[in-house]
């Protein structure tokens, strides 16, 4: 399970303003001006730490690289408190079983021999982490709390100031991994509405972002996917332009790879949605 970011409750009826679901660099500029606004005053945030929820379509690939691999995935959620210190307690549980991704994968699991599945207990367990030890990052180095609330506010300074925790100084970043790391940020990090202007105006300046048209969250709610590609794989952020607020993030593959065996181009392999509380 990863952890991520929040939002609260949200459709596409919002400010009729709003740009249309084709038009990335409108809706990004929008977003833009509605967080610097300050429009994206979320429950569950405070100097003191932040609260939220993740649920998660969690895969797992069994037997890859073999002639019998195939797809799971399973559904669970995170309850997470992070203090300003960085501490943080974290509850998490599956919400249900694993499932077969596609009828294919079945089939492939009973050419295997019909191999014991991993668990999915609905058990909840928490996990208590030290001061200075949560991440607000899914990836790459430690971004705490403090860290967190002190990052720049201009385009370029926040595009740097995430990259040197994504990468060592002077390697290629894909877009796509900064993509996926500005919507953790957007979703559950401690930003002042500067930064998180700064963030949807970085995300507009990424060479490969595109509209995806309307998408929907794990918890049905409505907003517009905004993507970014490589040849093997597209992360997507589903935004509510009008809260400034991202909904959620979500990975599918583009390529047909031995590492998500029996999945189809453009099939779901991950899903995290945020929700503050």
């Not at 690939?61 to 559904?75: D, I, Q, R, V």
Request: glycine residues 8%.
């Amino acid at each position: 399970m990863i952890t991520g970011c929040g939002s609260q409750t949200s459709s596409l009826k919002g400010d009729r303003r709003e740009p249309p679901a084709t038009n990335a660099q409108a809706m990004l500029r929008y977003a833009t001006t509605q967080a610097a606004a300050g429009r994206a005053d979320f429950a569950g945030s405070s100097n003191a730490g932040v609260r939220f929820r993740v649920l998660e379509r969690s895969g797992a690939f069994m037997n890859a690289g073999s002639p019998h691999a195939f797809a799971l995935f399973a559904p669970s959620e995170l309850m997470v408190t992070v203090s300003s210190a960085s501490s943080a307690r974290v509850t998490g549980r599956f919400t249900g079983p694993w499932r077969f991704a596609t009828t294919f994968a079945r089939q492939q699991w009973q050419a295997a021999g019909s191999p014991r599945l991993p668990s999915a207990r609905m058990t909840t367990h928490s996990v208590t982490r030290p001061a200075d030890t949560y991440s607000f990052l899914p990836v790459g180095t430690k971004m705490t709390f403090e860290e967190a609330q002190q990052l720049p506010t201009t385009t370029t300074e926040i595009r740097q100031a995430v990259e040197a925790h994504l990468s060592r100084s002077g390697n290629y970043l894909p877009p796509e991994l900064l993509l996926r790391a500005y919507g953790y940020l957007l979703g559950v990090a401690p930003l002042r509405a500067a930064t998180r202007a700064a963030i949807f105006s970085s995300i507009a300046s990424l060479p490969t972002v595109k509209a995806r048209g309307v998408g929907h969250d794990l918890l049905g709610r409505s907003g517009y996917l905004i993507s970014a590609d490589d040849p093997y794989e597209r992360i997507e952020l589903l935004l509510d332009p009008s809260h400034a607020e991202v909904l959620a993030v979500q990975q599918r593959v583009l390529t047909p790879q031995a590492i998500y065996p029996g999945l189809a181009s453009g099939s779901l392999v991950t899903s995290t949605t945020f929700v503050r509380r």
